[in-house]
């Protein structure tokens, strides 16, 4: 009898036990669920620093907000067994899960979700932009070769700011240009180019600054590819060779008179109705303070007299230096008169005038006295006039009037012809001594 009692009790005590343990044991046990919610919750930035720099906590990286660290990383097993704590799967997806703007990216690292191989997740934003691994440049020529012999740099080479011209993130054009186009990318910064409207047949209306510049280095000045000559060669045929070139065609500086970006005039100078502001950015002495200007040079028509590349002429004139003077002066051409000026045909018309202005009439280069008696010594007395008559001079210059043009003084050009006449010693119209002096004083001489 007390035996079945005795079993009895051993069986309600042995289901009694089973049903607490059922109903406490999840109480008295973590699940695994709650034991990784328990190591997570302690996976925050300031227990991490318990073994990190603050370094590691001071990039701006959102590592205080409540994912923390695990929003890349990942617990892998008990804490106190780990070394580190492992990337999520894939660098790419854990970057791009907040960095979404940059998955259309045509860089081939940022592409293959290579973003650690540029960026430290850690890095300290005082130290470096971007959270980059090593400063900006240094990082670009990881893989990108440095331009080592380059004499002239791109200044943002030169200070590592590759990312001014270049979109490594956004960017699917070619060269991950800001833009998305050469001449975008460098009238950023140029911008002189973005107010210019070239034409499409330039290389910078064709978007191709690249075509003459070298973005990043080169041994020319203005980072040309080629010395410019070299350079302009590879478009326009090359001059012929010449005896007397311009100084700018001679030194291979055909942008000093044409605009290689653009300009408000085309760069075919010919097609200017007014090249002169094109040669004073040079010449700008050639009229300056001359009350007379040679017309020609008053219409802009510089190209008129002269070749703008050079010619065999002096002075770079289309033809002998006479010759282009009697292409306006026709009536001054005197070469088949009985009596020629020896200096006309010997040193030509510049001698005694100036082509481009002067303070004096007729642009002679002095007034004609002075410069006639800087060949004819002595002569400007007035003897050689009245060296067959007796006594006195014949009177010249201010204040005798030229009784035949009244508003003239009675000069060396009043009786002779500098460029050339049919009578003795260049006089107008006089065959003779008497003959000259009657122009004036017939009522002296009587009827001839």
Same mark, same amino acid.
């Given at each position: $009898?007390?035996?079945?009692?005795? &079993?009895?009790?051993?069986?309600?005590?042995?289901?009694?036990?089973?049903?607490?343990?059922?109903?406490?044991?999840?109480?008295?046990?973590?699940?695994?669920?709650?034991?990784?919610?328990?190591?997570?919750?302690?996976?925050?930035?300031?227990?991490?620093?318990?073994?990190?720099?603050?370094?590691?906590?001071?990039?701006?990286?959102?590592?205080?907000?409540?994912?923390?660290?695990?929003?890349?990383?990942?617990?892998?097993?008990?804490?106190?067994?780990?070394?580190?704590?492992? =990337?999520?799967?894939?660098?790419?997806?854990?970057?791009?899960?907040?960095?979404?703007?940059?998955?259309?990216?045509?860089?081939?690292?940022?592409?293959?979700?290579?973003? &650690?191989?540029?960026?430290?997740?850690?890095?300290?934003? #005082?130290?470096?932009?971007?959270?980059?691994?090593?400063?900006?440049? #240094? !990082?670009?020529?990881?893989?990108?070769?440095? &331009?080592?012999?380059?004499?002239?740099?791109?200044?943002?080479?030169?200070?590592?700011?590759?990312?001014?011209?270049?979109?490594?993130?956004?960017?699917?054009?070619?060269?991950?240009? =800001?833009?998305?186009? !050469?001449?975008?990318?460098?009238?950023?910064?140029?911008?002189?180019?973005?107010?210019?409207?070239?034409?499409?047949?330039?290389?910078?209306?064709?978007?191709?600054?690249?075509?003459?510049?070298?973005?990043?280095?080169?041994?020319?000045?203005?980072?040309?590819? #080629? +010395?410019?000559?070299?350079?302009?060669?590879?478009?326009?045929? +090359?001059?012929?060779?010449?005896?007397?070139?311009?100084?700018?065609?001679?030194?291979?500086?055909?942008?000093?008179?044409?605009?290689?970006?653009?300009?408000?005039?085309?760069?075919?100078?010919?097609?200017?109705?007014?090249?002169?502001?094109?040669?004073?950015?040079?010449?700008?002495?050639?009229?300056?303070?001359? %009350?007379?200007?040679?017309?020609?040079? !008053?219409?802009?028509?510089?190209?008129?007299?002269?070749?703008?590349?050079?010619?065999?002429?002096?002075?770079?004139?289309?033809? +002998?230096?006479?010759?282009?003077?009697?292409?306006?002066?026709?009536?001054?051409?005197?070469?088949?008169?009985?009596?020629?000026?020896?200096?006309?045909?010997?040193?030509?018309?510049?001698?005694?005038?100036?082509?481009?202005?002067?303070?004096?009439?007729?642009?002679?280069?002095?007034?004609? $006295?002075?410069?006639?008696?800087?060949?004819?010594?002595?002569?400007?007395?007035?003897?050689?006039?009245?060296?067959? &008559?007796?006594?006195?001079?014949?009177? $010249?210059?201010?204040?005798?009037? %030229?009784?035949?043009?009244?508003?003239?003084?009675?000069?060396? !050009?009043?009786?002779?012809? +500098?460029?050339?006449?049919?009578?003795?010693?260049?006089?107008?119209?006089?065959?003779?001594?008497?003959?000259?002096?009657?122009?004036?004083?017939?009522?002296?001489?009587?009827?001839?």
């Amino acid at each position: $009898m007390s035996t079945g009692i005795s &079993t009895g009790r051993t069986i309600c005590w042995t289901k009694a036990a089973t049903a607490f343990l059922f109903l406490v044991a999840p109480f008295l046990v973590p699940s695994a669920q709650s034991a990784k919610s328990q190591r997570d919750s302690d996976i925050q930035p300031e227990n991490c620093q318990a073994c990190h720099s603050p370094g590691y906590f001071s990039s701006g990286h959102d590592d205080s907000e409540p994912a923390g660290c695990l929003a890349c990383h990942e617990i892998t097993g008990p804490i106190e067994d780990l070394d580190h704590l492992p =990337m999520k799967p894939s660098s790419d997806l854990t970057c791009r899960g907040c960095h979404d703007e940059w998955s259309s990216s045509g860089h081939p690292e940022a592409a293959a979700g290579n973003c &650690t191989n540029c960026h430290d997740p850690h890095e300290d934003r #005082k130290r470096a932009t971007r959270r980059l691994s090593r400063d900006e440049s #240094k !990082t670009c020529l990881k893989c990108h070769e440095e &331009t080592d012999d380059a004499i002239y740099s791109h200044t943002v080479v030169k200070r590592g700011n590759c990312s001014v011209c270049h979109d490594v993130h956004g960017a699917s054009t070619q060269g991950l240009l =800001m833009g998305g186009t !050469t001449t975008a990318a460098c009238a950023a910064c140029h911008l002189s180019l973005s107010q210019q409207e070239p034409d499409e047949e330039w290389p910078i209306g064709a978007d191709q600054c690249d075509k003459c510049h070298d973005p990043h280095g080169t041994s020319n000045p203005f980072l040309l590819i #080629k +010395p410019q000559e070299e350079l302009c060669k590879d478009c326009h045929e +090359p001059l012929e060779p010449v005896k007397v070139p311009h100084a700018a065609t001679r030194l291979g500086r055909c942008s000093s008179c044409h605009p290689q970006h653009g300009a408000e005039h085309s760069s075919d100078l010919s097609s200017l109705d007014d090249i002169a502001p094109v040669c004073f950015a040079c010449h700008s002495d050639d009229v300056s303070r001359r %009350n007379i200007v040679h017309q020609p040079l !008053t219409e802009g028509k510089c190209t008129d007299c002269h070749d703008p590349h050079g010619s065999d002429q002096q002075h770079s004139l289309h033809k +002998p230096l006479n010759e282009t003077c009697y292409t306006c002066h026709e009536d001054m051409d005197r070469r088949q008169s009985e009596t020629g000026h020896g200096v006309v045909e010997a040193d030509g018309c510049t001698l005694c005038h100036d082509p481009h202005g002067s303070a004096n009439e007729t642009l002679l280069r002095l007034p004609t $006295m002075n410069l006639c008696i800087t060949c004819h010594r002595g002569f400007d007395d007035g003897y050689h006039v009245v060296k067959n &008559t007796a006594g006195g001079s014949h009177p $010249m210059g201010k204040p005798t009037q %030229n009784p035949l043009i009244p508003e003239e003084w009675l000069e060396c !050009t009043s009786c002779h012809d +500098p460029h050339g006449s049919d009578n003795p010693y260049l006089w107008y119209k006089a065959r003779s001594a008497r003959d000259l002096c009657i122009e004036c004083h017939e009522r002296n001489f009587g009827s001839p």
